[in-house]
């Protein structure tokens, strides 16, 4: 018996483009449960009326009433909003932006989808891998809400950043000393000096990658310990 396909819609805001490529990178061996409506694979407007999940990605421009309009839409369409990536999930980088560059200098504000519309889940990353995207879509077709709860208590979150590991796992005393902060972080903003994480600060671009690859950290969040 054939199982009718994930009608999944993907709307990118805006960015450097790796989420957007990761997307496509993880479509392939998604192919068989998912139908993805994405921009890239085809001409014209969303193929539906209605779907079962909408990936979004970028950060939403507060200085853009058309952004903030699609973005409400997209809520109405779809019966779970995903924010992929940590432009869409916690602002990113997307967070230094100051206004003032062309071709429009009057963007100054980004901030997370959440700000605007209800998410359900988010993954940060910068990009997240495409096997993060597999796993979660696999988890979800499952209704394995344990294995997506990391993802379900980050969509509360607005912001998270290599300042919150070092004040929740590092200054407490729960770091183990893993490296997983450091592999994970894309700018190289931590490095570990005695198996002990060190944030270089300016390098930091607020993407949170490192805190939900922390197994401490991602660890308490599912537990309940909801971050605020």
Do not use: W
């Given at each position: ?5 994930l009608k999944?819609?993907?709307v990118?805001?805006g960015?450097c483009e790796?989420c957007n490529?990761?997307?496509i990178?993880?479509?392939?061996k998604?192919m068989?449960e ?6 890239y694979l085809r ?5 539906y ?7 979004i990605t970028g ?5 853009e009433?058309?952004?903030l309009?699609?973005l409400?839409?997209?809520?109405e ?6 924010a992929?990536?940590s432009?869409a999930?916690?602002?990113g980088i997307l967070?230094?932006?100051?206004g ?11 901030q997370p989808i959440n700000s605007?519309i209800?998410?359900?889940y988010?993954?940060?990353g910068?990009?997240p891998?495409?096997?993060m995207?597999?796993s979660f879509f696999?988890?979800?077709?499952a209704g394995?809400e344990?294995?997506?709860?990391l993802?379900k208590?980050t ?5 998270l950043?290599?300042f919150d590991?070092i004040?929740?796992?590092v200054?407490?005393g729960?770091?183990i000393g ?5 592999l994970?972080?894309p ?5 570990l000096?005695d198996?002990?994480?060190t ?14 690859r922390c ?13 605020t």
């Amino acid at each position: 018996m054939s199982m009718e396909k994930l009608k999944v819609l993907h709307v990118d805001f805006g960015g450097c483009e790796g989420c957007n490529v990761s997307i496509i990178r993880a479509y392939p061996k998604l192919m068989n449960e998912v139908e993805l409506d994405i921009s890239y694979l085809r001409d014209g407007p969303c193929k539906y009326d209605e779907y079962d999940v909408a990936l979004i990605t970028g950060g939403a421009c507060m200085n853009e009433p058309r952004v903030l309009e699609e973005l409400k839409e997209i809520r109405e369409k779809a019966r779970v909003v995903v924010a992929f990536g940590s432009c869409a999930a916690l602002g990113g980088i997307l967070r230094f932006c100051r206004g003032g560059q062309e071709p429009r200098p009057d963007h100054r504000n980004f901030q997370p989808i959440n700000s605007v519309i209800t998410v359900d889940y988010s993954i940060p990353g910068c990009p997240p891998t495409p096997q993060m995207l597999q796993s979660f879509f696999k988890f979800f077709m499952a209704g394995n809400e344990a294995r997506l709860k990391l993802f379900k208590v980050t969509a509360g979150l607005k912001k998270l950043s290599g300042f919150d590991l070092i004040d929740d796992i590092v200054l407490t005393g729960l770091c183990i000393g893993c490296g997983a902060c450091e592999l994970s972080c894309p700018t190289g903003a931590i490095k570990l000096v005695d198996k002990r994480p060190t944030l270089i600060q300016e390098r930091c671009i607020r993407c949170g990658t490192c805190y939900i690859r922390c197994p401490r950290a991602s660890q308490l969040m599912c537990l309940g310990g909801e971050k605020t």
